[in-house]
Structure formats: structure tokens, C-alpha cells
């Protein structure tokens, strides 16, 4: 699963993960990684953040279809299970940001792996998720690769 900063970082023009960024969603286009989630909640954060940005709603509108094209990119739906669970975990593990519940809470509840692919250390407190940076998770498909040609 991928959550918001890398997703985000793709639509930008500048970000600091640019690069990784534009690496990862061609990885996941090319079906490198094979089918990869994300929580529709990620278009809710981006909204916001795009808006504190002075973003446009047009430009918005432009980021959101750049990331929906992306093959081998599924966005999973909220439940109410999911709901119920992103709000426990707000409160056992004194999750202050509920975006961040929400990926929490789908990966647990969705993503048979429950993997997370994010820099935000929260999901590090979080029993059963196992989160890569992005970073980590480009070492480690090159690593793959060289072995595989050898």
C-alpha cells in the first residue's frame, strides 16, 4: 500500500522525493510491483494540502487523474469496519493525523501484506504493519534485479 507523501511528491512539480517518487509510479505502471494499494482517503489529504498550497481546483482536479491513470495503482474504499478501526488506532497509539488512521487502518483491514509504503514513522508503533520507505523499497527491487542477472 502507498500512502499520501509519495503519491504527492509524484503530482508536484518540486518535492524532495520527486525522483524516488516518479521511480516508484513507474515501477508500479510497469507492474513491477505488482498490484499496489492506496486508500481513497489519499485524495481527501491531497485536497487539503493542495488548497493550503494556493493550488487551483482545475490543478487539483489535473493531480488526482495523473494518479488514477496509473496502472496496477487500486484505490480502496472506506468501510465502516475501517472507519471504526482508523478511530480506535487514533486512540490506542495516539495517532493525531486520521488520514494517517485511515492508511493504517486499510492496511490492516485490506492490504493482505500490510505493508505501507511511506516515510511517516508513525506506522512504525503500529503492531502488524511493516512500513518501507520509499527509498528502501527502490533499494531493495534493484537489489532484486542485479540478482537476477546474475
Known amino acids: ?14 518535492n524532495r522525493l520527486k525522483t524516488v517518487a516518479e521511480t516508484i509510479m513507474s515501477m508500479i505502471d510497469q507492474g ?12 481527501h489529504e491531497l485536497y487539503y ?5 494556493g493550488v487551483s481546483i482545475d490543478d487539483y482536479i489535473a ?36 488520514f494517517d488512521a485511515y492508511y493504517a487502518a486499510t492496511a490492516l483491514n485490506q492490504v493482505p501484506d500490510h505493508t505501507i509504503i511511506s516515510t511517516d514513522d508513525v506506522f512504525d508503533k503500529i503492531p502488524g504493519i511493516t ?4 527509498q528502501k523499497l527502490i533499494s531493495l527491487k534493484s537489489s532484486e ?6
Not at 92 to 97: D, E, F, G, L, V
Open 32 to 43: 513491477e510491483l505488482g498490484l499496489v494499494y492506496s486508500s481513497r482517503e489519499v485524495f
Open 1 to 14: 500500500m502507498i500512502e499520501t507523501d509519495t503519491l504527492y511528491a509524484y503530482v508536484k512539480l518540486t
Open 145 to 150: 534485479k542485479k540478482n537476477f542477472q546474475q
Open 131 to 134: 512500513r518501507l520507505t520509499p
Open 49 to 53: 494540502v493542495s488548497a493550503r498550497e
Open 63 to 98: 493531480r488526482v487523474a495523473a494518479l488514477t491513470a496509473i496502472n496496477n495503482l487500486k484505490f480502496l474504499e472506506t468501510t465502516s469496519e475501517i472507519d471504526l478501526l482508523a478511530f480506535t488506532l487514533m486512540k490506542q497509539y495516539k495517532i493525531t493525523s486520521v
